[in-house]
T-cell receptor, first 114, second 113 residues
Framework: AQTVTQSQPEMSVQEAETVTLSCTYD???????LFWYKQPPSRQMILVIR??????QNATENRFSVNFQKAAKSFSLKISDSQLGDTAMYFC???????????FGAGTILRVKS | AAGVIQSPRHLIKEKRETATLKCYPI?????VYWYQQGPGQDPQFLIS???????DKGSIPDRFSAQQFSDYHSELNMSSLELGDSALYFC????????????FGPGTRLTVT
């Protein structure tokens, strides 16, 4: 079975500082995407960033960037210059076997403090 | 930009009743996914459709059924509702069978009393 592991149930960071959320995954696919989703208190699922496995360059979207280590099956999310609006649950997601369904990690609650 | 639309946003039903959740994907998206998120849990995949055909099936109870229509909207039908069905139900859509981004709707919060 596909697994996605987020080992940090909760994290806190001061406003304007940098925080890194960890994720490891397991997949039998050779070509795949990895995703980070943000779920704020509104419960909306918002795509933050995606990484294509065949690309060696780490993806970056403004203040969000990833550290993708394919051999280690590690996919961490770095948030720079943290803002109060970044407070949310963050889910790492990987494709499941034999299909396009997403398998999510258990999530990391991030609290940004002023 | 147009997003995934789900209706209703909130639904309250009693045990043993039926519920129908609707999903309207982003225009030109041909793939729809349904996920169930229980309280304090991560989303769990239920079922997906590509070009109106079921493409994958997850942990969807036999009491639930779903389909995708010619206009690509999808409906999730839930019968004999149980208290444990209370959850947030997300619909997501994507373009094609490849592993592109799945864009999620706002979800339907179902409460079974």
């Amino acid at each position: 079975a596909q697994t996605v592991t987020q080992s940090q149930p909760e994290m806190s960071v001061q406003e304007a500082e940098t925080v890194t959320l960890s994720c490891t995954y397991d997949t039998s696919e050779n070509n795949y995407y990895l995703f980070w989703y943000k779920q704020p208190p509104s419960r909306q699922m918002i795509l933050v960033i995606r990484q294509e496995a065949y690309k060696q360059q780490n993806a970056t979207e403004n203040r969000f960037s990833v550290n993708f280590q394919k051999a280690a099956k590690s996919f961490s999310l770095k948030i720079s210059d943290s803002q109060l609006g970044d407070t949310a649950m963050y889910f790492c997601a990987s494709p499941g076997e034999y299909g396009n369904k997403l398998v999510f990690g258990a999530g990391t609650i991030l609290r940004v403090k002023s | 930009a147009a997003g995934v639309i789900q209706s209703p946003r909130h639904l309250i039903k009693e045990k043993r009743e039926t519920a129908t959740l609707k999903c309207y994907p982003i225009p030109r998206h041909d793939t729809v996914y349904w996920y169930q998120q229980g309280p304090g849990q991560d989303p769990q995949f239920l079922i997906s459709f590509y070009e109106k055909m079921q493409s994958d099936k997850g942990s969807i109870p036999d009491r639930f059924s779903a389909q995708q229509f010619s206009d690509y909207h999808s409906e999730l039908n839930m019968s004999s509702l149980e208290l444990g069905d209370s959850a947030l139900y997300f619909c997501a859509s994507s373009s094609g069978q490849d592993l592109y981004e799945q864009y999620f709707g706002p979800g339907t919060r179902l409460t079974v009393t």
